[in-house]
């Protein structure tokens, strides 16, 4: 039997156990019941600041070679030698071709001696002018003798005119024999073959000869540009870019020579030309690449990347960071966007930390947290 003394040890241990589990019960829940402090929420950013903007024209041009010309003969002639490796850089002057000299050179020598022939008989015909001229006076020769002399020393001296012109048409004629490049440029195929007969009346040429260096690219843009345009030109050269496709890898630079004098009503766009120096060679007629000619720098002015302007109600705004990390709404004013820039007037200020990325779950007065990078 339990003593009446135990029994109420006992219950008293068990009241003191029940009273500790509810309290830690009631301590728990009141914990979870407390209002916990939100996470921050993470977002990327950028800071406001000044710089100078160009303003650009983008397009899509074509490259031309600056000049072509199909190199063809201007005699006719065996062709004895294909001075050129297809595909190669040549200078103006470098033989291309020879047709056979013989036939020109021994024209050139014919006439060479026909004009020694007729100078020996001008000169003969000179001094008979000059023995009848001294015996006119004395009567031992008369006036019609006298007359015909003078009239075979011009008429020698009309021939030998004729035989020195015949030298230079012979000598012309034997030069271009020589067919050489008329500028500096990059031959294609060869068109013809040694030992074929080639004319001067043949349209197909001997090869085609290409100036790359400098070269031109052709491109259009909108007619509501022009006058941008033209105001930017008054000013001084234009300067064109020449881009890849992506537009990531710079091709060469080069300057705005042409702006057509008419607007294509059809597609309402103008026609530009702009010259590269093409030094590498990297452009090539016929080429697509992507044009920006710079029309004007803005200089010091406030700018942030487009993707951190929002448009509400109200109209644009942006989400800046402050120092202690809450979120501020800002309404902005952006003067323009240009190539993923915002040129922003109003309403932010130089080192403003701007949300560029996770604004949309952001709301004023929340915590944020800038991720690196």
Aim: charged share 20%.
């Amino acid at each position: 039997m339990i003593s009446k003394r135990t029994a109420a040890i006992t219950g008293l241990v068990i009241a003191g156990i029940i009273f500790w589990v509810a309290y830690k019960l009631m301590g728990t829940a009141a914990a979870d019941a407390a209002p916990r402090k939100p996470a921050p929420i993470p977002v990327q950013a950028a800071l406001a600041s000044r710089v100078d903007l160009p303003l650009y024209i983008d397009a899509i041009g074509t490259a031309q070679a600056a000049r072509t010309a199909t190199v063809t003969t201007r005699v006719d002639g065996q062709l004895q030698k294909i001075a050129f490796t297809e595909g190669s850089q040549v200078k103006a002057g470098d033989l291309l071709a020879q047709i056979d000299p013989a036939p020109y050179r021994a024209q050139l020598e014919q006439s060479q001696a026909k004009l020694a022939q007729d100078e020996a008989q001008l000169d003969n015909a000179r001094q008979d002018v000059q023995r009848y001229t001294t015996l006119s006076p004395e009567d031992y020769t008369s006036k019609q003798t006298l007359d015909t002399a003078r009239a075979q020393v011009a008429e020698f001296t009309a021939q030998v005119k004729a035989d020195r012109a015949a030298i230079e048409s012979a000598k012309i004629q034997l030069d271009y024999t020589s067919i050489v490049a008329p500028f500096a440029g990059r031959t294609g195929l060869r068109l013809v073959d040694e030992g074929n007969i080639v004319r001067a009346s043949d349209t197909g040429g001997i090869v085609v000869l290409t100036e790359l260096q400098p070269i031109a690219v052709m491109f259009t843009v909108p007619q509501q540009e022009l006058p941008e345009v033209i105001s930017a030109q008054a000013t001084g050269p234009l300067e064109a870019t020449a881009s890849t496709d992506d537009g990531r890898i710079q091709i060469d630079r080069g300057t705005v020579t042409l702006i057509d004098n008419r607007i294509d009503a059809a597609t309402g766009t103008v026609r530009l030309k702009a010259i590269f120096p093409n030094e590498d060679q990297r452009l090539w007629p016929g080429q697509f690449v992507n044009i920006r000619v710079v029309t004007q720098v803005l200089h010091d002015v406030l700018t942030t990347p487009s993707s951190a302007i929002s448009q509400g109600p109200k109209g644009a705004f942006a989400y800046v960071v402050t120092g202690d990390g809450t979120v501020d709404l800002r309404p902005v004013t952006v003067e323009r966007e240009i190539g993923g820039v915002a040129q922003i007037s109003n309403g932010l200020q130089e080192g403003d930390r701007v949300v560029t990325q996770g604004q949309y779950r952001l709301q004023p007065g929340d915590h944020a947290r800038v991720l690196a990078g």
